[in-house]
């Protein structure tokens, strides 16, 4: 596949630190497998903590690559 040219690797790189915010199936796993026990809580914390990087990461990237808008 050929990349096009308004594209660069960084913009893609920056989108992919983005997929990391789809964090509900992880969630939902995380219940099955520790339900209310502690441990599922500090399950849940570090899904939603590592959503907030992933997202901070994401729009940092792209924010310095994606030309202004107007």
């Known amino acids: 596949?050929?990349?096009?040219?308004?594209?660069?690797?960084?913009?893609?790189?920056g989108v992919s630190w983005l997929?990391?915010?789809g964090?509900?199936?992880s969630l939902f796993?995380?219940?099955?497998a520790f339900g209310a026990d502690?441990?599922?809580?500090?399950?849940r914390v570090g899904i939603?903590?590592?959503?907030v990087v992933a997202g901070t990461?994401?729009?940092?990237?792209l924010r310095a690559t994606?030309?202004?808008s107007q």
């Not at 502690?38 to 399950?43: K, Q, V």
């Open 23 to 25: 964090f509900t199936i």
């Open 48 to 51: 939603l903590v590592g959503s």
């Open 1 to 13: 596949a050929l990349l096009p040219p308004a594209i660069s690797w960084r913009q893609i790189v």
């Open 19 to 21: 997929g990391g915010i």
């Open 57 to 61: 990461i994401g729009y940092v990237i």
């Open 29 to 32: 796993v995380a219940e099955l």
């Open 38 to 43: 502690p441990l599922g809580d500090a399950a």
């Open 66 to 68: 994606l030309p202004p």
